[in-house]
């Protein structure tokens, strides 16, 4: 009766070692392919894997990610002492206000970054110039020495596939 469940659980066991080895195998080659990605003086941001760099400029100073239809937009600014609701709100105004139409902004909801940044993330939905529906979550921070504003944005339904990535990029940014 043992002697049945022998071959099995051979292929099991080797099911198990190719499938853990590819996967360490492919984290370790694509964690290095993307280096990290400075964004003026105060931020540094690390890509995840399968996120691609579209763009760093220095002024202003922000830079602009993507994986598939989503896009995080990384914007540096000079320190705000009325804190990152303040930044959340000046930039809701003067970018998404100006760039879509039928903006809807949810509540800012208050948070701390994993490195103890205090910060206020919110959810938005709008309709670009050529009528496409965006969904998108901003998260602001700032510190002493500066202020960020992370845009997460896609077409409707499409942050939700990399959630975790997007959460990893922002919690783990270095902020100075």
Same mark, same amino acid.
């Given at each position: 009766m043992v002697h049945r469940w022998v071959p099995v659980l051979i292929v099991v066991a080797l099911i198990a070692l190719v499938v853990g080895g590819a996967q360490v195998l492919s984290a370790a080659v694509t964690a290095a392919d993307v280096p990290p990605v400075r964004v003026g003086a105060a931020v540094q941001i690390q890509p995840r894997p399968g996120w691609e760099v579209l763009s760093v400029t220095a002024a202003p100073p922000s830079a602009r990610l993507h994986r598939g239809?989503?896009? $995080?937009? &990384?914007?540096?600014? =000079? #320190?705000?002492? !009325?804190?990152? /609701?303040?930044?959340?709100?000046?930039?809701?105004?003067?970018?998404?206000?100006?760039?879509?139409?039928? $903006?809807? &902004?949810?509540?800012? =909801? #208050?948070?701390? !970054?994993?490195? /103890?940044?205090?910060a206020v993330r919110s959810a938005y939905v709008g309709i670009t110039a050529d009528g496409r529906s965006i969904e998108g979550v901003v998260v602001a921070a700032t510190t002493d020495q500066a202020a960020v504003v992370f845009d997460a944005s896609a077409p409707g339904g499409g942050i939700a596939v990399v959630a975790d990535d997007l959460r990893a990029m922002v919690e783990h940014a270095v902020i100075h």
């Open positions: 239809p989503v896009v $995080l937009t &990384v914007l540096a600014m =000079d #320190p705000e002492p !009325l804190g990152p /609701g303040a930044v959340a709100d000046r930039y809701v105004e003067q970018q998404l206000g100006q760039s879509l139409s039928q $903006l809807a &902004v949810a509540t800012q =909801d #208050p948070t701390v !970054l994993d490195n /103890g940044v205090f």
